[in-house]
């Protein structure tokens, strides 16, 4: 703050100059002189000067009439030797450059000798013309002139009466031989050694660390919110008996009061808790009043508002299923309900009813055309799986295959292959295509009788048949080559020691090794940082980042000799991505730096056009951290042009950090380490 005080002052005072001297200029008139060339004339000065930029021009006092013609000639000869010389833009140039460095004595001094020097040759020039003894006399009358009249208005002019230096010039003048003009080699050595001073001005800079990013406070709030909703869940699941009884007598108090019924709905629709008769029927009647009196809101689309039928969920309630049922399709079915209604009763009835489901989601689509195709297209993946149980975290619990090749699934795969909307085929696609990862994850792994990734693939290819610029499926269908090829080189080598892994992928032939050392460099990272991290074992995070190192040298040699490989250009992004951040952990910034401008130059190619995780990698976050906030900027700027799938989060992060706040990510990061 201080040097930007310092900055504007000075910028002021530079400002005031040239305001004052456009004044003189634009008051001052033209007269021929005796000599047949013109000048112009100003009562509000006292000393002649050379006033203009770049079109200079002299302007004399009012009293140059009363001049000596040896005056008049040697004053002419001094400003016409400003103007040849074009004193005042490097006058302009000094004074500027005094204004950035006012701090640093080497700037004020740089300005003082670029105008001694102007003036002491101006003065050789005019003591040419006449004698010196004369011209010595006219600088102290003109100086006199000055003094009578308060001084010279014109800051941006340069004056024959020079600056408080008229001794010396006397001295000068009387006394030293006259001086011999600068060779045009001499010119470029002063040039030069000016230009290193202010190089060297610049670099004895103090180093400052940049200010902390500040947080966004919409992401603050958005965070404050997310940490409360999930702390009213564990509060609401670990209520007493004693607890809910109050929150029943509040709410039958005052039916009204949403935040205590959805504390009840979140204690009751906890899936570990067996409920007992009575608690079934108090959960019946919150499921059923929210439905009758609040169908649009948050809370009935909530997973304590959802009762089941069969035991594969906890606490089946077909009764009051069948009231509940009921009681939306009266709302469903009123004049013009919200939006909302649609969508909540979507949630409730995708697990026991799915047709049902699908008929709310197309009825709020006809609505928002196009905004509810993603959770359509989740409906129609999770029926032809044959999921017959509720999905908690798209986990899949229980599957029916009578259920997968039923006549409403068999309708459901006739109007994917029909289907032009993208988003629709692109969410039942990548459903399918990790069904199987959903499934190993609940209770009936590997009971999916069919090739379900086979269909997921068949929608994604579909979906970028139809717009070829489809960023998700072509990353998804990318992804899914990348696991093929690594399960396909890699399943091999599965039992061998990790040296001798290594040795076995450098005796890959290139085409493979490419395929593969992107995930490799990554995994090997990734590793190494349990290690340290959590494991606290330095010798064996070390051995990982040395094979990592292996990898990333690999790539860096390879991959600029197969630049049309599809994927050397990840492979040689990974490198220089998590070589810059081992060389972090290290404390090298500067080689850190390196890789990360050299990362956008890659090749490109799929890997790098479809990789997630660009903005938010371990990189760019601890260079956030280390200050290097330009510098990311910057990554992300380029890096936006070059990935697909994170160009608009790119883009976003770049302009929060030259705001100075916190990237959505980097805040989120933030405020989770600091929780730890």
């Not at 400003?82 to 450059?97: E, G, Y």
């Not at 072509?474 to 080559?481: E, F, S, T």
């Not at 995994?523 to 940082?529: D, F, K, S």
Request: aromatic residues 8%.
């Amino acid at each position: 703050m201080v040097y930007f005080a310092g900055l504007f002052a000075s910028l002021v005072y530079v400002s005031a100059g040239w305001l004052a001297m456009t004044t003189i200029v634009r008051r001052s008139r033209r007269v021929i002189l005796p000599d047949g060339s013109g000048a112009y004339v100003s009562p509000l000065i006292a000393a002649p000067l050379t006033a203009g930029v770049f079109k200079p021009c002299v302007i004399l006092p009012s009293a140059w009439r009363d001049w000596p013609e040896e005056t008049l000639v040697a004053v002419l000869t001094h400003e016409r030797t400003h103007m040849r010389r074009r004193d005042p833009l490097v006058a302009l140039f000094a004074r500027l450059n005094r204004c950035v460095f006012w701090f640093h004595p080497l700037a004020w001094w740089l300005y003082s000798r670029l105008a001694a020097s102007a003036e002491y040759v101006c003065d050789e020039a005019a003591a040419r013309v006449c004698p010196p003894v004369v011209y010595a006399r006219a600088l102290v009358e003109i100086a006199d002139d000055v003094r009578r009249n308060g001084g010279r208005l014109a800051w941006q002019g340069i004056a024959v009466g020079g600056n408080g230096r008229l001794k010396a010039r006397i001295d000068r003048i009387l006394s030293e031989p006259p001086w011999t003009s600068m060779s045009r080699g001499k010119k470029v050595l002063v040039a030069g050694a000016c230009l290193a001073a202010i190089g060297v001005a610049v670099a004895c800079r103090p180093a400052t660390k940049p200010p902390e990013l500040r947080p966004n406070p919409t992401v603050a709030q958005r965070e404050a919110d997310q940490k409360a909703r999930a702390e009213r869940m564990r509060a609401a699941q670990k209520m007493t008996p004693e607890q809910v009884v109050q929150l029943e007598a509040a709410v039958a108090r005052n039916p009204e009061d949403l935040g205590s019924r959805e504390k009840l709905l979140l204690y009751y629709g906890y899936r570990e808790r067996k409920l007992d008769a009575g608690e079934m029927a108090a959960r019946r009647e919150h499921v059923l009043w929210t439905i009758d009196h609040h169908p649009e809101s948050e809370l009935a689309g909530s997973w304590g508002m959802r009762l089941f039928t069969t035991n594969k969920d906890p606490n089946p309630d077909p009764d009051g299923y069948a009231q509940a049922k009921q009681l939306w399709l009266a709302q469903i079915g009123r004049d013009h309900p919200p939006v909302h209604v649609f969508v909540n009763a979507a949630h409730f009835f995708e697990t026991a009813d799915k047709p049902l489901a699908e008929a709310n989601w197309l009825k709020a689509a006809e609505r928002e055309p196009g905004k509810w195709s993603p959770e359509l297209g989740r409906l129609y993946a999770f029926t032809l799986m044959g999921s017959n149980a509720s999905m908690p975290l798209n986990v899949l619990r229980n599957v029916s295959m009578t259920d997968a090749h039923s006549p409403y699934a068999q309708q459901v795969r006739q109007k994917l292959d029909s289907s032009s909307d993208v988003k629709l085929l692109t969410s039942a696609g990548q459903y399918l295509l990790f069904a199987r990862q959903f499934n190993t994850m609940g209770e009936t792994a590997s009971s999916i009788d069919f090739d379900v990734q086979r269909l997921g693939i068949k929608y994604l290819q579909r979906a970028l048949e139809l717009d070829p610029n489809a960023v998700v499926p072509a990353a998804l269908l990318y992804g899914q080559r990348v696991l093929q090829q690594n399960h396909r080189l890699l399943s091999p080598l599965n039992g061998l020691a990790p040296d001798a892994r290594v040795r076995a992928i450098a005796a890959l032939p290139e085409q493979d090794r490419l395929n593969v050392l992107a995930g490799l460099i990554a995994g090997a990272y990734y590793e190494g940082e349990s290690q340290d991290y959590y494991k606290k074992d330095k010798a064996a995070a070390k051995a990982a980042w040395e094979r990592l190192k292996i990898h990333a040298e690999d790539a860096l040699t390879i991959g600029p000799r197969n630049p049309g490989h599809p994927a050397a250009g990840e492979a040689m992004f990974n490198a220089h991505i998590f070589l810059g951040t081992i060389a972090l952990w290290d404390g090298d910034v500067r080689t850190a730096l390196q890789h990360l401008r050299a990362a956008p130059d890659v090749p490109a190619s799929d890997g790098v056009k479809y990789a997630g995780g660009i903005a938010s990698s371990r990189l760019a976050r601890y260079l956030l951290k280390a200050g290097e906030h330009q510098a990311v900027a910057e990554y992300y700027d380029r890096m936006a042009t070059v990935n697909l799938l994170e160009s608009a989060s790119l883009k976003e992060a770049a302009q929060a950090i030259r705001a100075g706040r916190m990237p959505a990510w980097y805040q989120w990061a933030t405020t989770r380490e600091a929780a730890r």
